[in-house]
């Protein structure tokens, strides 16, 4: 479990090819791994990946295939700037919303606007996301929590203030790039209920 609040921007120092999947190498620069073990979970761009050997400054994660397919990670490259975020523990600070690491689908950004000292960004996601992504509501791009301005059919845009384009890789988007979109948990569970409350209701009638 996460909330959507990036530790640090590592760098991608290896990609290795291992039968249909990959292995990657991740390199930190200021979040400690002092008590990250194997078998731990580290986000990254939004990605749960389990940690399978580490050191100081390095972590190393298999993507799967399945993950390749349905993420932005078949995309990195040796050199490239990724969020990353370790998971929650006990007592730690709830500072976004509870995001799972489970990457839902993958989104487009359309446009990019200066809006004061802000951006502010609209993404096109797929038919089958937008139905969860409500106005002033929560969604995670590319690991990092987000608060949704407004939504227009399959489209949202978001404000990503100063800080956030420093901190994470957001501050490096530009119109037609790829992100990984995870949608709120509770829109995801409210549309399942609502669901089974409509079914049961047509099955009483």
Known sequence: MFTGIVLDLGVVRAIEPLAGDV???IGTRKVSLEHVGIGDSIAVNGVCLTVIACGPKHFVADVSRETLRVTCLQQLTTDAA??????LRVGDPLGGHFVSGHVDGVGQVVSMNEDARSQRVRF???????RYIAAKGSVTIDGVSLTVNSVTGHEFDVNIIPHTQQVTTLGQLRAGDMVNVEVDQMARYADRLLGFANLTRVQGS
């Open 82 to 87: 990724v969020n990353l975020e370790l998971a």
């Open 124 to 130: 096109r996601v797929p038919p089958e996301l937008a």
């Open 23 to 25: 292995r990657l190498t």
